[in-house]
């Protein structure tokens, strides 16, 4: 991945329902490198939650890659969903994982635990994951006060997202069950991409 990809493509974006809103940098500079799509022309709907297609579609458009990947092989997508491409090239990556019947849940919304394994999935592409394990584990959750609520196979991956500046949490909550938000996806892949130095 390199910088070039981005500077290639910058076509300026404003939303006015971001305008009063805490992400307004984020969902703007990432719209307007055709990283993430508004609900229409004005309206990017922060606060809405994403769903895991979306999710990993914006993923895909982030890290540089093509969305023409193989046939997915989970089992609940069809060759005619517009997200078949990105989940494809999203597996092939090693980015994202379905349930264990197969399924993807591509139209399910995604946790925020759930992205946060992605990311950190993601970061080994970027080349930003470094790795963490055992005890720097719990005491990089530790000052989070619902990081009893973090399940077992998101825990490594959530610290390191966290640890990498990532993501920040609220209040010393992490609301790892809670869905993931739009503006919350676009400020996480914009800090991601600062800090690959793929973008300024």
């Given at each position: 991945?390199?910088n070039?990809?981005?500077a290639?493509?910058?076509?300026?974006?404003?939303?006015?329902?971001?305008e009063?809103?805490w992400?307004?940098?984020?969902?703007?500079?990432?719209?307007s490198?055709l990283i993430?799509?508004g609900?229409?022309?004005?309206?990017?709907q922060?606060?809405a939650?994403?769903t895991?297609?979306?999710?990993?579609?914006?993923l895909?458009?982030a890290?540089?890659?093509s969305d023409?990947?193989?046939?997915s092989t989970?089992?609940?997508?069809?060759?005619?969903d517009w997200y078949?491409?990105?989940?494809?090239?999203?597996?092939?990556?090693?980015?994202v994982?379905?349930?264990e019947?197969?399924s993807f849940?591509?139209?399910?919304t995604?946790?925020?635990q759930?992205?946060?394994?992605?990311?950190?999935?993601a970061?080994k592409?970027?080349?930003?994951y470094?790795?963490?394990h055992g005890?720097d584990?719990?005491?990089?959750?530790?000052?989070?006060?619902d990081?009893?609520?973090?399940?077992t196979?998101?825990?490594?991956?959530?610290?390191?997202v966290?640890?990498?500046?990532l993501?920040?949490?609220s209040?010393k909550?992490?609301?790892?069950?809670?869905?993931?938000?739009?503006?919350?996806?676009?400020?996480i892949?914009?800090?991601?991409?600062?800090k690959?130095?793929?973008?300024?």
């Amino acid at each position: 991945m390199t910088n070039s990809t981005y500077a290639l493509i910058l076509h300026q974006m404003t939303f006015v329902d971001v305008e009063d809103h805490w992400s307004k940098d984020a969902v703007n500079d990432m719209a307007s490198r055709l990283i993430v799509s508004g609900f229409d022309e004005k309206n990017y709907q922060p606060d809405a939650a994403i769903t895991r297609a979306e999710f990993t579609a914006i993923l895909i458009r982030a890290l540089g890659l093509s969305d023409n990947g193989k046939t997915s092989t989970f089992s609940d997508i069809q060759s005619s969903d517009w997200y078949v491409g990105a989940v494809a090239k999203a597996q092939e990556y090693g980015i994202v994982s379905g349930y264990e019947d197969g399924s993807f849940g591509a139209n399910k919304t995604i946790t925020r635990q759930e992205a946060m394994v992605i990311i950190a999935r993601a970061m080994k592409l970027a080349q930003l994951y470094t790795g963490i394990h055992g005890s720097d584990v719990d005491a990089v959750l530790a000052p989070f006060t619902d990081h009893s609520e973090i399940n077992t196979w998101a825990k490594q991956s959530v610290a390191a997202v966290v640890e990498s500046g990532l993501v920040l949490g609220s209040d010393k909550r992490l609301m790892p069950t809670d869905s993931i938000t739009r503006a919350e996806t676009a400020a996480i892949v914009q800090r991601m991409l600062k800090k690959a130095k793929l973008i300024d």
